[in-house]
C-alpha cells in the first residue's frame, strides 16, 4: 500500500492532476474492505506464500503499465492500473496477515506487531524515500520500471521463507464458521470500534502529499523527511507502543495510544494555518504524524489480531482489516473536495472530531479481549 499511499499521489499531484480526482483516486482503497469477499480463496486453495507471490506478481505488471508517460497520456489505463494495483495489493495482505497470525503465538502481539509496524515502515523507506527520489533524476517512467523490478525480486525472495501448512478444517465451511465467530457477545460494538478508531488518519492521509506539495516542498524533501525520517519515528512510536500492550494489555493501551494519535491531526491544522515560510511546523507535524502513527498501530493491530482464530485467520482478519479499510475509503473520497473548500488547515482539524466516536465503543469492545486475558 505504501505505494499507493505515498507515491501515487505526488505522481499525480506534479502532474497537475486536482484535488477532487486524487481524492476520489483514494476512495479505491474500498479494495482493503472488499478484501474479505475472496479472502476465503486464499484458505481453501494452495498456501500463503503462493498468494503473496502471485499478487505481488500481479503488482509488477500494473507498475509496468504506468511506464507509459504521464497520467494524462495514459487516460484510462492509469485508472485500470492502480485499481488492479490495490486489488492485488490488498489479496498479498490477506495472505500475509494469515500467514503472520500462524506463526504467531497469543499473549505476544506487542512484540510482534512493534515488529511488523516497523518492518511496515522499513518497506516505505524503500517505496516511498527510495521512489520519490528517483523522478528528478531519471523521470516517473523509469521510476516506476525500478519499482516493477524491486517488486518482481521481492516475489522471487519468498522461496527462502518458512512455509506455514493450512489446517485442514480451513479449507471448507468458511462463511458457516464466520457466522459462528460473529456470533458473540459485543460483536457489534467492536465492529463500530473497529470502523471509526482510525479514520481521523485516514480522513487526513490522501491530503498530507498534496499539503506538502502545494506548500513548496521538492519530491527530496518529502522523501526524506516524510517518508525517511517519518518511519524512524514511526518504529520509535511502535516500540513504544509494543511496551504499553504488553504492560497494560491490549484493551486499556487501546485508550492511551488513541488518544495520543489525535495528536497528528491537531499538528497538522497547526502547520497549515502557521505561515507558509516557516517550514518547521510541516516538519514538526509530519514527526509527530510518523510518531503516533506508530503507537496506534501496535495497539490496533494486536487487538484485530487477538480476535482472530489461527485456523481461520484469512477471512477473519480481512473481515476485520476490511471493515476498518470501509471507513479510510468512505472518509477518503471526499477528502481532495472539503480540503479545497475549507483549506488544509480547518479540513485538518476536523479530521481530528472523526475518530471521537470510536472511543464511546471501546468499553465494550475492550471485553471481547480483556475476558481473554483474564482482566476484570
Known amino acids: 500500500m505504501g505505494v499507493y499511499a505515498h507515491v501515487f499521489p505526488v505522481f499525480l499531484r506534479r502532474h497537475d492532476v486536482s484535488l477532487v480526482a486524487i481524492g476520489v483516486l483514494s476512495g479505491l482503497s474500498i479494495a482493503w474492505s472488499a478484501k474479505v469477499l475472496w479472502s476465503p480463496l486464499v484458505d481453501r486453495h494452495g498456501n500463503r506464500r503462493q498468494w503473496i507471490a502471485g499478487a505481488l506478481g500481479v503488482m509488477t505488471v500494473c507498475l509496468g503499465a504506468l511506464?507509459?508517460?504521464?497520467?494524462?497520456?495514459?487516460?484510462?489505463?492509469?485508472w485500470i492500473a492502480i485499481a488492479v494495483y490495490c486489488a492485488a495489493s490488498a489479496t498479498q495482505d490477506v495472505a500475509i496477515d494469515a500467514y503472520t497470525i500462524g506463526l504467531s503465538d497469543r499473549s505476544d502481539e506487542g512484540p510482534i506487531n512493534s515488529v511488523r509496524v516497523i518492518a511496515y515502515r522499513a518497506g516505505l523507506i524503500a517505496a516511498g524515500s527510495g521512489l520519490l527520489l528517483l523522478p528528478d533524476h531519471i523521470g516517473w517512467e523509469a521510476t516506476f520500471a525500478g519499482a516493477a523490478l524491486l517488486t518482481l525480486a521481492m516475489a522471487a525472495s519468498l522461496r527462502a521463507f518458512p512455509g506455514v501448512p493450512v489446517p485442514p478444517t480451513a479449507r471448507g465451511g468458511t462463511w458457516r464458521a464466520l457466522r459462528q465467530w460473529l456470533d458473540r457477545e459485543h460483536v457489534v460494538?467492536?465492529?463500530?470500534?473497529?470502523?471509526?478508531?482510525?479514520?481521523?488518519?485516514?480522513?487526513?492521509?490522501?491530503?498530507?502529499?498534496?499539503?506538502?506539495?502545494?506548500?513548496?516542498?521538492?519530491?527530496?524533501?518529502?522523501?526524506?523527511?516524510?517518508?525517511?525520517?517519518?518511519?524512524?519515528?514511526?518504529?520509535?512510536?511502535?516500540?513504544?507502543?509494543?511496551?504499553?500492550?504488553?504492560?497494560?494489555?491490549?484493551?486499556?493501551?487501546?485508550?492511551?495510544?488513541?488518544?495520543?494519535?489525535?495528536?497528528?491531526?491537531?499538528?497538522?491544522?497547526?502547520?497549515?494555518?502557521?505561515?507558509?515560510?516557516?517550514?518547521?511546523?510541516?516538519y514538526g507535524a509530519s514527526l509527530v504524524e510518523s510518531l503516533t502513527a506508530g503507537l496506534a498501530s501496535v495497539g490496533f493491530l494486536s487487538y484485530l489480531m487477538r480476535l482472530c482464530e489461527k485456523e481461520r485467520a484469512a477471512v477473519q482478519y480481512a473481515l476485520l482489516t476490511g471493515i476498518y479499510a470501509l471507513s479510510g475509503a468512505l472518509v477518503s473520497i471526499p477528502s481532495g473536495w472539503l480540503a479545497d473548500r475549507m483549506g488544509y488547515a480547518a479540513y485538518f482539524a476536523l479530521t481530528a472530531a472523526f475518530a471521537l466516536p470510536a472511543f464511546a465503543f471501546l468499553p465494550r469492545a475492550q471485553r471481547l479481549v480483556d475476558a481473554d486475558r483474564g482482566l476484570p
Open 189 to 282: 460494538a467492536a465492529a463500530a470500534f473497529i470502523l471509526l478508531y482510525r479514520v481521523g488518519d485516514r480522513a487526513m492521509g490522501p491530503m498530507v502529499h498534496p499539503f506538502w506539495i502545494d506548500r513548496g516542498f521538492s519530491n527530496a524533501e518529502i522523501a526524506i523527511v516524510s517518508n525517511a525520517l517519518g518511519p524512524i519515528a514511526t518504529s520509535l512510536g511502535a516500540i513504544a507502543g509494543g511496551v504499553s500492550v504488553a504492560r497494560l494489555g491490549i484493551g486499556r493501551s487501546l485508550w492511551l495510544l488513541g488518544a495520543l494519535a489525535l495528536a497528528s491531526n491537531l499538528a497538522y491544522a497547526a502547520a497549515a494555518a502557521a505561515p507558509e515560510t516557516d517550514w518547521r511546523f510541516v
Open 67 to 78: 511506464t507509459g508517460g504521464d497520467p494524462a497520456s495514459l487516460g484510462a489505463l492509469l
